[in-house]
């Protein structure tokens, strides 16, 4: 444990050990990180969402009093802290489903499209991040401009919105997950902005064309507010991006989208048709053992559906799952926040088959990264789902005591070395 944000702390350096000064021990501080993450996902989530002009005064609320809780001499009590956690996760679920809301109301009506992959003849912008206005915002500005606009990483869901797919200057998408940015934003010819959260340290090679929005910012890179003239003038200023398609992908499966297969999904359930769901997805990144997710998606059995969202999805997406009952089998809800549509698929599929979510046919394998995936796994924990797969690695702020409760009240597992084992005993489950 280290904890150093008292006065009367150990020696004036840091509590190391439980108990700390105060008496707060390892297990309550392991619940008042997870509850301080998970409110910095939310709140990142809740930013998001202010931007597109929905809020909620209860949410805000809570993240005062949640704070609160983890002062000096407040709480040392186990289950209030517990439950703290899982109002978090409460509170998570409202703040992606106003970030739902305000996506649809702002973009149009998500839906399944084709997205060219790799990089067009002539000036290009590249865009990452989770920021949706702000690449609407960059679109206007170059709107009646020769510059061809590609989003990277978790800005590829944008394309599935009506108004993002008819923008003529949103041409494609580069690149893949975050951890790859060093490498993909340097061979990237043109200016780079990251709207938010996964952004690398740029080394020289490309510092000079990083911009970052906001609270974003990084050494060398410019930061912006909303006025992307001076990554217009460097688009026009840079070599020219060369033609060079690599590929391209279907997207769009978000749940309004999904929701309208139900019948047909709920049939063919009903009939043995479908062996089961997978989710299978988060947010990737660079430690080892994400291969597990890989191996996990890819023998996962042909009558079988996986759907993926965050940019966990760049771990899988890279091979042919086929098609089956004329879907295809693996479908990319969208970016992290959107858990919310997954989990308001699994709700619609509970009440048509008036059963709970753990009743399902239904497997989380999740990969997680960050605090966001902090705040959307307390979510799923609130709604009492169990048997969730999380990795590649636990969580270092959560103690063996804490890790035991979970276990025992949530059947939370970790990922392993066996990903085609973990899979056959879901399939036998
Ligand atoms: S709050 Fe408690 S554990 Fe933390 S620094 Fe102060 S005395 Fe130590
Ligand atoms: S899913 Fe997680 S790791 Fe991936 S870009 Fe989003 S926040 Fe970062």
């Known amino acids: 444990m280290y904890c150093n944000q008292c006065e009367q702390t150990f020696h004036q350096t840091g509590c190391v050990k439980s108990p700390g000064v105060c008496g707060k021990d390892a297990d309550v501080q392991s619940l008042q990180e997870t509850l301080l993450f998970g409110l910095k996902g939310m709140s990142a989530y809740a930013h998001h969402a202010r931007r597109l002009g929905k809020s909620d005064e209860q949410v805000s609320a809570f993240i005062e009093e949640a704070l609160f809780s983890t002062m000096t001499n407040v709480n040392f ?12 996760g409460k509170m998570n679920l409202r703040v992606m489903e106003l970030l739902d809301t305000g996506h649809i109301e702002m973009f149009g009506q998500p839906a399944p499209v084709k997205v060219k992959e790799g990089t067009q003849a002539g000036p290009g912008i590249l865009i990452s991040g989770h920021d949706l206005l702000d690449l609407w915002n960059l679109l206007q500005q170059v709107a009646g401009t020769n510059i061809k606009v590609y989003t990277h990483g978790e800005m590829l869901p944008a394309h599935m919105y009506a108004k993002f797919h008819q923008h003529p200057n949103l041409v494609g998408h580069y690149g893949g997950a975050w951890q790859n940015q060093k490498k993909e934003f340097a061979a990237f010819p043109g200016p780079v902005i990251m709207t938010t959260n996964c952004v690398l340290i740029p080394p020289e090679s ?31 200023r840079c070599e020219p991006c060369k033609e060079n398609i690599v590929g391209e992908s279907t997207i769009g499966f978000h749940r309004s989208v999904l929701l309208n297969y139900a019948p047909t999904i709920i049939d063919a359930v009903k009939a043995g048709k479908i062996s089961r769901f997978f989710v299978i997805g988060g947010c990737d990144g660079a430690e080892k053992g994400r291969n597990y997710f890989s191996d996990y998606a890819q023998n996962t059995p042909p009558d079988s559906f996986i759907l993926t969202l965050g940019c966990g999805k760049f771990r899988i997406r890279d091979h042919d799952y086929g098609q089956h009952l004329g879907l295809p089998r693996l479908m990319d809800m969208g970016q992290c926040n959107d858990a919310y549509g997954a989990i308001s698929v699994a709700v619609a599929l509970a009440k048509a ?36 797969t999380l990795g590649p690695n636990p969580p270092a702020f959560i103690t063996p005591k804490i890790f035991e409760l979970l276990q025992k009240q949530f059947d939370l597992r970790l990922t392993g070395n066996d990903p085609q084992g973990d899979l056959q005993r879901a399939l036998a489950a």
């Open 353 to 388: 088959f008036n059963c709970s979510v753990n009743d399902l046919p239904l497997t989380l394998v999740i990969s997680w990264f960050e605090q966001k995936a902090v705040a959307v796994f307390l979510t799923l924990l609130y709604l009492g789902v169990k048997g969730i």
């Open 77 to 88: 009590d186990l289950e209030t802290l517990l439950n703290l956690c899982l109002e978090c």
């Open 206 to 236: 490309y510092q000079g064309r990083l911009y970052t929005m906001r609270s974003v910012a990084v050494p060398g890179g410019q930061r912006l507010d909303q006025d992307f003239s001076p990554v217009i003038a460097e688009a026009l």
